[in-house]
């Protein structure tokens, strides 16, 4: 892996700790899961059936129960922290074969890949654009966030992805759900405007270094331009169907500046201001405010930059942007 972290050096300058996110980097990532609050009486029936005891007081979304079940198997089970009923595994051999799975007591999905959807904050009610969705975790998260009041429209220009996506959305017992297959840059603007959009773009992954994707085609120049010129269409079209109030999310599994802030520099005007982002329990860098000699607009700053190393994930770019209401 070294090599791989050898072509992430011209971000030096940008992280705390150069050796210990070389060493991240050399790590498998953990595999994190997440209960389905949608089926937590799903899991007291199995418990009941098995004579399994477990406090369910206060455990809304069935965290404890899933815990329970998963132990007794002799699998290692710790408690994420920061997400309500979120676990790290040790031991399942295959986390998406078990019968807990397949009834759709819980989703596997990378840790940092939680954040862009708590960051969204969704609400009941609203109507909400996951503008490219394939494979559903993070439409999922929505949905369940949601309570099923509202809607999600989740979005991808693949229709092979979309059949995971939808499988996801069966398996968890989805119901507030629609899928399109729309290229986004093109998608329809009357279908909006939506309440809050999460802009999950296409990238250069960089961030998956850990997942053993390789890094090593990916250089500045003529790749990074084509791929933020694609962010920056994408991001240009999301503004167009936020509401006047509304809340943006953009987010990239990749490190490049060019594919993050320059793309919000580039891409948003006065009526945009990008909020800053806390997470209780989880730390992130500042955003980048300046680049190969170029200033970028000062609120850049609050971008959350998640380093590997600082939480022991993924890597991910997130920024929460408001749209202001016209006077």
Request: with cysteine.
């Amino acid at each position: 892996m070294a090599l791989e972290t050898d072509n992430l050096r011209r971000y030096v300058d940008l992280i705390d700790d150069w050796e210990a996110f070389a060493a991240a980097c050399e790590r498998p990532l953990p595999v994190v899961i997440w209960t389905n609050p949608l089926r937590r009486a799903v899991l007291e029936r199995l418990n009941d059936a098995d004579g399994l005891v477990c406090s369910a007081q206060g455990d809304a979304t069935g965290g404890g129960l899933l815990a329970a079940r998963l132990k007794a198997r002799g699998y290692g089970c710790d408690d994420v922290g920061w997400y309500p009923g979120a676990y790290k595994l040790d031991g399942v051999p295959k986390p998406g074969r078990t019968l807990e799975y397949l009834l759709g007591t819980y989703h596997v999905q990378e840790e940092v890949s939680l954040i862009p959807s708590v960051v969204l904050a969704p609400r009941s009610g609203e109507l909400i654009l996951d503008m490219c969705a394939a494979p559903g975790g993070k439409t999922a998260q929505i949905a369940v966030a949601m309570a099923s009041e509202g809607m999600v429209v989740a979005n991808d220009v693949r229709i092979d992805r979309l059949r995971a996506l939808r499988s996801n959305c069966e398996r968890l017992g989805l119901l507030n759900v629609a899928m399109t297959a729309h290229d986004g840059t093109g998608f329809p603007l009357d279908a909006g405007p939506f309440d809050a959009i999460l802009l999950d773009a296409p990238c250069s992954c960089e961030g998956n270094v850990r997942r053993g994707i390789s890094t090593g085609h990916r250089r500045p120049g003529a790749f990074l331009a084509g791929r933020s010129g694609l962010q920056a269409t994408l991001l240009g079209r999301a503004w167009k169907m936020l509401a006047p109030g509304g809340r943006l999310v953009y987010a990239t599994c990749t490190f490049a500046p060019e594919e993050n802030e320059m793309v919000l520099d580039y891409s948003l005007g006065d009526d945009a201001r990008i909020e800053p982002i806390r997470i209780d329990g989880l730390t992130a860098a500042p955003g980048v405010t300046e680049w190969l000699g170029q200033a970028l607009r000062p609120d850049c700053a609050n971008v959350a930059r998640f380093w590997p190393h600082l939480n022991d994930t993924g890597g991910f770019v997130v920024a929460l942007v408001g749209k202001e209401v016209a006077a």
